[in-house]
């Protein structure tokens, strides 16, 4: 007795089987003519349709069938109906790719045509994306080309040139070129000679650094700083130039070996005469009646000291060189005396000067560069 072998096998229209829902060798088979087929798992767990070209306007499982898998499989082909005229398909696993074209119209992208394709040759003057053949690129040739007698090229071409561009030498119209930005300037021309456009650049419009500057680091190393500068050669100080501020060149003098202007402006040279030392006339009242007080001896040779308050500590700041120096201390009349602490620079010759009820005092210093010796005198 013969037995019937059935495979698993479906009626509904578009049905496919999970490939994972199928063993290795086993076939499913829908057999709805809507789209028939047979279906096997591939070694790679992929499903793998064997059916004739599916057609219809919409691709094959669009809308897969309820309890069917959803996709496509490689390969699978479709011509589709949507189209006119139709167009064959295949899943390239992606996308729908055209295979190729059926008929006139159909689109084939990037065509490598072989031997002596042919094609319709346009009429005249046509220009559009039509496809021109030999036989229309000849005749534009000849219809826009200018008539000629003689043989060849040798010949005379009757070309009609308008205007003066035959024997032209200069421009029918003067022309400007004017430069903008940070560069100004302008030029004139008719084409008949070169001319040259000279430009001036704004003030403050750019920057340079040294490097930018040819030579001028050099030319800036062989400068003296003005800090402690370093002089070499003869070196020539003009009449009247003041030195640190504190001596005063009455001529013009020359240096003619190394000097030293040290803060005592120390000038030995022979050359250097008429020095003339600078004065401190002027009385500089200090600011404070008690506490730390600063006495700067190289802006000004006299202070004057309001009428103490309290104990005073002054802090001294040196001159320049030796000089004679005075400190005037302020009394009402009515003050008690104060007790002053002095810096450990000074000496006072002979005894330690001492404050006296309501009197003023008068504190002379000679500082001979590193010390200062002074005498106190109060108020008879």
């Not at 004017?178 to 650049?201: E, M, N, R």
């Not at 009247?240 to 001596?247: E, P, Q, R, V």
């Not at 005063?248 to 190394?258: H, M, V, Y």
Request: with cysteine; proline share 6%.
């Amino acid at each position: 007795m013969s037995v019937p072998i059935q495979n698993l096998r479906s009626a509904t229209a578009n049905k496919r089987p999970a490939a994972t829902g199928l063993t290795v060798g086993q076939i499913a088979v829908n057999y709805n003519e809507e789209d028939p087929a047979i279906y096997l798992r591939g070694n790679a767990d992929a499903l793998v349709k064997v059916a004739p070209v599916y057609v219809g306007s919409g691709a094959p499982n669009a809308v897969p069938a309820s309890g069917g898998a959803s996709g496509n499989t490689i390969g699978e082909q479709w011509l589709d109906k949507s189209l006119t005229p139709p167009v064959q398909k295949v899943w390239d696993g992606s996308q729908w790719v055209p295979s190729f074209a059926l008929a006139s119209g159909v689109v084939i992208e990037s065509p490598a045509l072989s031997g002596v394709p042919t094609a319709p040759t346009a009429s005249l003057g046509t220009d559009t994306t039509q496809v021109a053949t030999t036989a229309f690129v000849n005749a534009e040739i000849a219809n826009d080309a200018p008539t000629k007698t003689g043989g060849g090229a040798s010949g005379t071409w009757d070309i009609s040139i308008s205007g003066n561009a035959a024997t032209a030498t200069a421009l029918s119209a003067v022309r400007t070129i004017t430069l903008a930005g940070d560069l100004t300037g302008s030029a004139t021309f008719d084409g008949s000679a070169d001319f040259t456009i000279s430009g001036q650049v704004a003030d403050d419009s750019h920057n340079h650094t040294i490097a930018n500057v040819s030579g001028l680091q050099t030319a800036l190393d062989d400068k003296a700083p003005l800090a402690s500068p370093t002089f070499t050669g003869t070196v020539t100080i003009p009449s009247g130039a003041l030195i640190s501020g504190y001596a005063q060149l009455g001529a013009a003098q020359t240096f003619t070996a190394t000097q030293t202007l040290s803060s005592g402006v120390v000038l030995s040279n022979s050359n250097l005469t008429t020095i003339k030392t600078a004065t401190f006339n002027s009385q500089v009242d200090l600011v404070g009646t008690s506490g730390t007080i600063a006495i700067d001896w190289s802006a000004a040779q006299n202070y004057r000291q309001p009428e103490p308050t309290g104990t005073i500590t002054y802090t001294f700041t040196s001159p320049p060189g030796p000089c004679h120096l005075q400190l005037f201390i302020d009394s009402d009349g009515s003050s008690t005396a104060q007790t002053v602490n002095w810096p450990g620079t000074v000496t006072f010759l002979g005894s330690a000067w001492e404050g006296a009820n309501n009197k003023k005092a008068a504190i002379n210093l000679w500082y001979d560069g590193t010390n200062y010796f002074a005498i106190g005198t109060n108020q008879p």
